[in-house]
């Protein structure tokens, strides 16, 4: 850090996000990336649009907000956009969280934690289970002027959903603070909060391209929840970036909604590819949660996780772990083809073997 620094970032930890490789070519499985290119109409929407780049996008963002609002069965006045889902997390972060603090699992989306250091907001992580699951009753036992609540569901890196049911009860524990559900990975699961958001008014639920809409590299999110609040974050959007989606990646997003059956199917190859994978690894040995997303989250009994990733990364494969103590010897894997799953499966038990 340099001496201009501001002393209030001294000795703060940025987000690490999982590596983007150049030195070799490797079977990719580290970000939870899609493998799987655009839509073909995705890409020709961003061709065309190109040449309006001379042009600044509607600061509104109407159309997209539109197409949003009536894939979610809501109205354009419970949309707003970001530029990727991390653009809405910071500014819900900083609109909502400073006064009561908020609460999030240990083993979670380490953005969350980034954020709320950044920003000097209290905050508690609160124990999954053994299993990893989330305990609705440790989000329920409300104080009045209690913390706010994030929860990433279908949770990363476990992969796995709390269910509408717990997501609900939380949601309604208190009415006067807001509970985020940050839906990165709710298309490869069986529900969504989303129709919560004209029930209450304290639910947020954010979501991205960039997992299951194939579009990491455009950078598009947006999130629902009531018009007051969505007032208070294009308060927020229009105080530090308005045109924060550019035209081609506003169009790309549009012209995946429209192109509904394109998005379905590749959804559908990442869920059974997945539910192979999850089966082909249990028979290998491994312990693997039931997965909800696009990742399958899982430890060999007795061996080192780190061990375990360089020697696939010696193989080509990345994967990503991490070094948190109740999870160092978990791999969190990114479902990618079958042929690369079926790669990794290969060196796996070459690896186990040797
Ligand atoms: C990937 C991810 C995000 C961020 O996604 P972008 O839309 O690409 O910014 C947010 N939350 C979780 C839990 C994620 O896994």
New binding site residues.
């Given amino acids: 850090m340099s001496k201009f620094l501001a002393c209030s970032y001294g000795g703060l930890a940025a987000y690490v996000p999982g590596e983007q490789p150049r030195d070799r070519k490797y079977i990719k499985l580290n ?2 990336e899609s493998p799987y290119p655009p839509s073909p109409k995705v890409i020709a929407a961003i061709a065309e649009k190109t040449a309006d780049m001379n042009l600044y996008p509607d600061p509104e963002y109407r159309s997209f907000r539109e197409k949003a609002a009536a894939y979610h069965g809501v109205g354009i006045e419970n949309v707003s956009v ?6 809405l ?1 910071d500014w819900i972060f900083r609109a909502f969280f400073p006064d009561r603090g908020v609460i999030f699992p240990d083993v ?2 380490g ?1 969350y934690k980034v954020w709320a250091a950044l920003y000097g907001i209290k905050y508690r992580e609160i124990p999954l289970r053994d299993d990893f699951t989330v305990d609705p009753a440790d989000y329920t036992k409300t104080e009045k002027g209690g913390p706010c609540v994030v929860l ?1 569901d279908p ?2 890196p476990t992969g796995i959903a709390a269910g509408l049911d717990a997501i609900e009860t939380i949601v309604a524990a208190d009415p006067d603070r807001v509970v985020v559900i ?1 839906e ?2 709710a298309d490869f699961s069986s529900y969504t909060a989303a129709p919560l958001v004209k029930k209450y008014d304290n639910l947020i639920v ?1 979501r ?4 299951s809409r194939s579009f ?1 590299g455009g ?3 947006y999130c629902l929840a009531s018009p007051e609040i969505i007032k208070d974050i294009e308060f927020m959007r229009f105080s530090t970036n308005p045109f924060n989606l550019s035209r081609t990646a506003c169009a790309a997003a549009e012209a995946s909604f429209d192109d509904d059956d394109y998005f379905r199917a590749r959804v559908a190859d990442v869920v059974r590819v997945r539910d192979e994978f999850s089966a082909a690894l249990c028979k290998l040995g491994f312990e693997v949660t039931e997965s909800s997303s696009n990742f399958v989250f899982a430890k060999f009994p007795g061996k080192s996780g780190r061990d375990l990733a360089a020697a696939l990364r010696e193989r080509g494969i990345l994967i990503r772990r991490f070094d948190s103590e109740r999870i160092k010897d978990h791999l969190r894997i990114t479902v990618g083809t079958a042929e690369q799953m079926s790669a990794l499966v290969g060196a796996l038990a070459d690896i186990l073997k040797g």
């Fill in positions: 970000t939870n970001g530029g990727g889902s991390d653009e997390l979670t989306y953005f990433a949770n990363a940050d990165a990975y954010v991205t391209f960039s997992k990491a950078r598009v999110g």
